[in-house]
């Protein structure tokens, strides 16, 4: 049985996401508990760190694109802006509107950012 190449992209892009994941929660708890930066700050810090990656990773491995580079990582990071603004949204209503831990919450904004991050990237930025 053959596995077709969406598939492939599919696998590539999780096995992507969840290593920039953990880069990103890493460089945030680093950030938050152990340098005691404020909230705000260690989440963009750690989102740049997970743009980078991504996009060396998403490009080169997970999509294999040979389009151009500034093409492309103008895509991605118009991508990335959208899917970060409904991240940083959603940070904000649980550090204010809520009594869940920061860091916790900063877990739960992952998890918003990373499901409209891939239906953005898949549809738009590394159409193949």
């Given at each position: 049985m053959k596995i077709s190449k969406s598939v492939i992209?599919?696998?590539k892009f999780g096995i992507v996401g969840v290593s ?109």
């Amino acid at each position: 049985m053959k596995i077709s190449k969406s598939v492939i992209q599919f696998i590539k892009f999780g096995i992507v996401g969840v290593s920039n994941t953990l880069l990103t929660a890493l460089t945030i708890w680093i950030l938050l508990k152990v340098l005691n930066c404020s909230p705000y700050f260690s989440n963009i810090v750690g989102y740049i760190v997970g743009l980078v990656n991504s996009f060396i990773w998403n490009r080169k491995w997970t999509f294999d694109s040979k389009t151009k580079v500034t093409d492309t990582f103008f895509k991605f990071i118009l991508t990335f802006g959208v899917s970060y603004l409904f991240q940083l949204g959603n940070l904000y209503i649980l550090l204010h509107y809520t009594s869940i831990d920061s860091y916790v919450s900063q877990l739960l904004s992952i998890v918003v950012y990373t499901g409209i991050n891939f239906v953005l990237n898949k549809i738009y930025t590394f159409k193949t």
